[in-house]
């Protein structure tokens, strides 16, 4: 396949995957952010107020130290899933038909009218049989039956390490 050649990425933008992108921005998020230390260390702090509740029978600071411990480990990515899928329901793209031709040049995104070159793209994440576009602050997500063969989806990833931003 030629580096001139242009490739068509075509799928409908729906429910499954929004779940798909959530999950795999959510832990690219994670995985990639300074803050998660902070995290590790208040989530340490937290668990030592537990057993220091335990022993001295302060309660107050048990609830507390609980109530820290649940939203770290579920309120957060219950509350991100939440305003994931308002988003979604907000969108105008909702259950539309997205398209995309991709080429030496860049991305040409049809359904919004724009036009991204290779340096404006992050960095793009190959996820199983998926691919997700990471230009801050946004994650575009192509499902895998975006592409026509895996010829183009191999193209795609030809350009992104030609371009080095492929992770």
């Known amino acids: ?6 490739i068509n990425i075509n799928y409908i933008w729906n429910k499954e ?7 795999a921005s959510y832990r690219y998020q994670f995985e990639n952010s300074k803050k998660r230390y902070i995290g ?4 340490a702090i937290m668990q030592y107020g537990i057993v220091l509740a335990l022993k001295r029978e302060v309660f107050a600071v048990l609830l507390f130290s609980t109530i820290m411990l649940a939203y770290w480990y579920y309120g ?3 509350i991100a899933r939440k305003r994931a899928n308002k988003s979604f ?14 080429n ?4 040409d995104i049809k359904y919004s009218n724009e ?5 404006e793209i992050d960095e793009i994440i190959v996820l199983n049989d998926d691919i997700m576009i990471y230009k801050y602050p946004n994650f575009h997500y192509i499902p895998s039956n975006g592409f026509k063969s895996n010829k183009d989806k191999k ?10 931003k492929i992770r």
């Open 89 to 102: 329901e907000e969108s105008p793209f909702k259950d539309k038909n997205i398209e995309i031709d991709i």
């Open 115 to 119: 036009k991204w070159s290779w340096e």
């Open 104 to 107: 030496k040049q860049g991305f």
């Open 17 to 23: 995957n929004v779940d798909k992108l959530f999950e």
């Open 40 to 43: 590790w260390l208040l989530i």
């Open 1 to 6: 396949m030629s580096i001139s050649k242009s």
């Open 76 to 78: 957060k990515k219950w």
């Open 155 to 164: 193209f795609l990833l030809s350009l992104a390490r030609t371009n080095k």
